[in-house]
């Protein structure tokens, strides 16, 4: 069983930035594909950014077309953590932000392939 824990979260002006954390439980962290995933109210649960399994230095990453050149999704297997740097933040970026692993090889874009979640941390953007 795989533990996620989400950190990071808070209130942001348009155009911050805030930076998410996820540290996972466990010794396999470099074999699980990881995402965020964000939902906000009345909205459904939608994948921000995800990163592929690897115990390189490089791993293949997606993201949502809302996001890609804001934010940037990384990780590091020493620490077993992953993270988010969101910048240029936008009002509709404001959403409850999710961890999420799944021990499979590659990238995974599909919501339904991830395995453990995080319990979320808000993501506010207003002046």
């Known amino acids: 069983q795989v533990q996620l824990v989400e950190s990071g979260g808070g209130l942001a002006q348009p155009g911050g930035s805030l930076r998410l954390s996820c540290v996972a439980s466990g010794r396999t962290f470099s074999s699980y594909a990881m995402g965020w995933f964000r939902q906000a109210p009345e909205k459904e649960r939608e994948l921000v950014a995800s990163i592929s399994s690897g115990g390189s230095t490089y791993w293949p990453t997606y993201y949502a077309d809302s996001v890609r050149g804001r934010f940037t999704i990384s990780r590091d297997n020493a620490k077993n953590t992953v993270y988010l740097q969101m910048n240029n933040l936008k009002p509709e970026d404001t959403a409850v932000y999710y961890c999420?692993?799944?021990?499979?090889?590659?990238?995974?874009?599909?919501?339904?392939?991830?395995?453990?979640w995080g319990q979320g941390t808000q993501v506010t953007v207003s002046s």
């Open positions: 999420a692993g799944t021990p499979q090889y590659g990238l995974i874009t599909r919501g339904g392939l991830y395995d453990y």
